[in-house]
T-cell receptor, first 110, second 115 residues
């Protein structure tokens, strides 16, 4: 099936640092989504992107829909302890199904 | 404002046993999905239902069956559980308006161990 390559797989950062992660696909997507999963919970939608080149922010989070439509980026500025979790990208061709990346696990070092 | 409710939250089965995972949403969503989450594998689609009365296979359907009981409920059944089905199972739903994806709302998961 369709694979999304998400990197890095894990990140260890100090509180206050900025975070960048990305997702690449071998195929074009019409929609890119970013989710966050807290321990023991289901993923929660952070940002949705619907147009190539689109840059969207949600508080300290900023995501971009790559102009090739094959990639997307998520940045978190000034990280705080509650940012800890697993971040997933997901892409859609505009049909019923989302394809998810393998996740980036974010850990904040005290 | 419950969203997507999954039951049970935890389950241990013996190899060969059967069970049904329940999922219900109260958001009047049309589409519902079952995913499994394994370490390093992300979320993989098992089955989905685009609307009441329809179901389709996803990426990893073998060993599972589903029932879209009504618009609210979508159940996942393991007829003969195997250790390879040890995983965390998530149900999700979306309103799926034409031309847009509004993203999924996920339940909190069922943690299944098959011994």
């Amino acid at each position: 099936g369709q694979q999304l390559n998400q990197s890095p797989q894990s990140m260890f950062i100090q509180e206050g640092e900025d975070v960048s992660m990305n997702c690449t696909s071998s195929s074009i997507f019409n929609t890119w989504l970013w989710y966050k999963q807290d321990p023991g919970e289901g993923p929660v939608l952070l940002i949705a992107l619907y147009k190539a080149g689109e840059l969207t922010s949600n508080g300290r989070l900023t995501a971009q829909f790559g102009i090739t439509r094959k990639d997307s980026f998520l940045n978190i500025s000034a990280s705080i302890p509650s940012d800890v979790g697993i971040y997933f990208c997901a892409g859609s061709f505009g049909n019923e199904k989302l394809t998810f990346g393998t996740g980036t696990r974010l850990t904040i070092i005290p | 404002n419950a969203g997507v409710t999954q039951t049970p939250k935890f389950q241990v089965l013996k190899t060969g046993q059967s069970m049904t995972l329940q999922c219900a949403q109260d958001m009047n969503h049309n589409s519902m999905y079952w995913y499994r989450q394994d370490p390093g594998m992300g979320l993989r689609l098992i089955y989905y239902s685009a609307s009441e009365g329809t179901t389709d296979k996803g990426e990893v359907p073998n060993g599972y069956n589903v029932s879209r009981l009504n618009k609210r409920e979508f159940s996942l059944r393991l007829e003969s559980a195997a250790p390879s089905q040890t995983s965390v199972y998530f149900c999700a739903s979306t309103i799926r308006k034409t031309g847009d994806d509004y993203g999924y709302t996920f339940g909190s998961g069922t943690r299944l161990t098959v011994v």
